[in-house]
């Protein structure tokens, strides 16, 4: 068989950048977020900015992610110390003494006596005493060994914290491989010399790379990514010294003199941290931090710990927004990566998706203040979100119809006719179906079974079998509801429910009815005229009033614009009428209501019912002097009066408006 049949194939977790496979960003849910906060009365601008804060219930936000940032930082301070290599230096100066008294012990010449006494004369200083000892010849191979251990540990550990994975690839070294490091080391300091002289380096990199590339995993491209890479881990370097204590840090200035058996590798390091800093002043060189916990860490451990340390503190600056200036787009996803994974960086991206695509995709707008507003589209989804929440509560209930489909273009007559071009009414299904089957059997050749054949290839609907409801043109209606905006509604929590309300049945009369007026008033200490706009954005007010009075007239004024139009009146408050309007056009608020108050709103209530208007009162809360009021104005004018719970509130107004239709 031909090798060339079988082909192997690899999977592996994909790295070139977002998951294509991903699915799209939920923009409905993060509209639906925001908008519920504009209309509980924060700014659309301070309402985007919490949503990204919060994420929703898939995504984590700005602010879990940066408590993930900082309880690593933490965690890293708290569980980690810096004696891990001072910890051994002094294990091998322990072991490499103990081996040499030994050795010592058994030979009797005179000069053995004499080292005895140098050796138990050793300060207790661990770098004087492997300073003194630089010097010592040494007996016992064993001890000579241990003591060679600690140079070559202290070379490891300091080329370990300015060069990845130099402390595992060092260990065992000769001569050769620690004449290879100076080599490398006075190149590298030749080469950011000339960098920080301004001159061209690009053909010195090249060579340079050419000659000492396998010291640098990082694969820099250039010059600048070069001393990027070593800048970071040099000023971590410097970090981890400013973080010892002043013991420690004069035990490490002489310890490093030792570092493989001569001062000249802390000279060439001395020189390149020198002019990384002058190349990179920008980075934290003088910064520290103190660890406090139990877990040891060598000197290249630790410059590494305080590298992630930094690299937290200033993820969690990018994540809190909080400065001037701020984006989305100014989190590193790569370190946000390495320090809490992949479904950190996930989060972050998404985050950052959803604020671009509700921006470019023009859910916002800037008004002529430069304030940020929520545009006439995120309205319009905001109120089909809405609209669809209210219409699965009404199609739930018994005798009510689903708000989706009800009154498109006209009232049900309850016949059927035969379908025309251009006819957009939906079908009568029934009548339809029947035709077909009636035509099928009448169409079947002699001798054969109709309905055998329906069975076995279903009903096949011919143009001339379709009916279509027949429907009458409905009267158009001049709605107006008149909503409460005294503080009550804002302390009592009906707040929102009131603009969601409103919401939604603009968005029914906008979209369903088209034919039809609607007009919005707010009343309080007084009334305004407003749109859905404004509205929703409406900021909670400390006005105590609710002026019934002045929204009537306001009302009627609305109502008188279409004369043949079926006038509709919605109301919805929770507070009987304290306040009117006074003969100087000032309102006038009391309470308990006066009577001059209830006399004014009651004339205007006899108003709109002499002008034909149906009335509904949707009263929220408990307050009997709204009850009793309510319930004498639906006698006197014939209006009606509902109770619903504030979650039934759009579902109460949007029903009572189409029952009014009808």
Do not use: C
């Not at 241990?146 to 070559?152: L, N, R, S, T």
């Not at 005294?486 to 929590?493: H, R």
């Not at 006074?582 to 309102?587: A, F, L, R, T």
């Amino acid at each position: 068989m031909s090798p060339d049949r079988y082909h192997r194939t690899r999977y592996r977790r994909y790295t070139g950048g977002p998951d294509p496979l991903a699915p799209p960003v939920d923009l409905r849910s993060a509209l639906d977020a925001i908008g519920e906060d504009v209309m509980s009365g924060v700014s659309p601008e301070r309402a985007l900015r919490e949503f990204l804060r919060r994420g929703d219930g898939t995504t984590r936000g700005l602010d879990r992610l940066a408590e993930l940032a900082n309880r690593r930082r933490r965690e890293l301070l708290r569980e980690r110390n810096l004696d891990g290599t001072f910890g051994d230096i002094r294990k091998l100066l322990d072991e490499a003494v103990l081996a040499e008294r030994k050795q010592l012990a058994r030979d009797l010449d005179d000069e053995a006596r004499f080292a005895e006494m140098q050796i138990g004369a050793l300060p207790s200083s661990t770098a004087q005493a492997v300073r003194e000892l630089a010097d010592y010849q040494w007996r016992s191979s064993q001890a000579r060994e241990k003591y060679q251990q600690i140079a070559d540990l202290l070379g490891r550990e300091l080329l370990d914290q300015r060069f990845a994975g130099m402390k595992q690839a060092l260990e065992g070294a000769n001569e050769q491989d620690r004449q290879a490091i100076s080599e490398m080391l006075s190149d590298l300091n030749e080469l950011l010399d000339a960098h920080n002289r301004g001159e061209d380096t690009t053909e010195r990199f090249a060579e340079f790379m050419n000659k000492h590339g396998e010291y640098f995993p990082e694969n820099p491209e250039n010059t600048e990514e070069l001393i990027d890479a070593l800048a970071r881990r040099s000023a971590a370097a410097q970090q981890f010294f400013n973080s010892l204590t002043p013991e420690q840090q004069a035990e490490l200035a002489e310890l490093s003199q030792q570092a493989f058996g001569s001062p000249q590798l802390m000279g060439q390091l001395s020189q390149m941290d020198a002019a990384l800093r002058e190349a990179r002043p920008d980075l934290d060189w003088d910064g520290g931090q103190r660890f406090s916990g139990d877990n040891p860490m060598g000197l290249g451990e630790g410059a590494a710990a305080l590298r992630d340390i930094g690299e937290l503190e200033d993820l969690a600056e990018q994540l809190s927004q909080g400065y001037a200036g701020a984006q989305l787009e100014d989190i590193d996803l790569d370190a946000l990566t390495r320090q809490l994974g992949d479904e950190a960086a996930a989060d972050a991206r998404t985050l950052a998706e959803l604020d671009r695509a509700l921006r470019e995709q023009g859910f916002f707008q800037r008004d002529p203040d430069g304030q940020l507003r929520l545009s006439p589209k995120a309205m319009r989804q905001l109120g089909q979100a809405i609209l669809r929440d209210i219409a699965a509560q009404l199609s739930s209930r018994a005798g009510e119809r689903d708000a989706d489909v009800a009154g498109r273009l006209g009232e049900p007559t309850g016949a059927t006719r035969e379908w025309a071009y251009g006819d957009t009414e939906p079908w009568d299904v029934t009548r339809t179906i029947g035709n077909s089957v009636l035509r099928t059997v009448a169409e079947a050749p002699p001798g054969s079974d109709p309905l055998a054949d329906m069975a076995t290839r279903g009903v096949r609907i011919d143009m001339g079998d379709v009916e279509v409801t027949d429907t009458q043109a409905r009267p158009q209606a001049a709605v107006v509801l008149l909503v409460d905006t005294s503080f009550s509604m804002v302390m009592e929590g009906r707040w929102t429910p009131m603009k969601r309300t409103a919401l939604a049945l603009n968005q029914l009369i906008s979209t369903r009815f088209r034919s039809d007026e609607l007009h919005l008033i707010e009343f309080g200490r007084y009334a305004r005229d407003t749109d859905v706009n404004e509205l929703t954005s409406l900021e909670p007010r400390m006005e105590q009033g609710t002026n019934l009075h002045h929204a009537l007239l306001l009302a009627q004024r609305h109502l008188r614009r279409f004369p043949n139009a079926q006038p509709v009146v919605l109301v919805v408050t929770d507070g009987e009428p304290t306040a009117h309007l006074d003969s100087g056009g000032e309102p006038f608020f009391y309470y308990p209501p006066h009577p001059q108050t209830i006399g004014l709103t009651v004339r205007e209530l006899d108003h709109l019912s002499r002008m034909g208007a149906q009335v509904t009162f949707f009263k929220l809360g408990d307050d009997p002097g709204l009850a009793r009021f309510v319930d004498q104005i639906a006698r006197r004018i014939g209006g009606r009066v509902v109770s619903p719970d504030l979650d039934g509130l759009g579902a109460a107004v949007v029903g009572d408006y189409l029952r009014s239709r009808h």
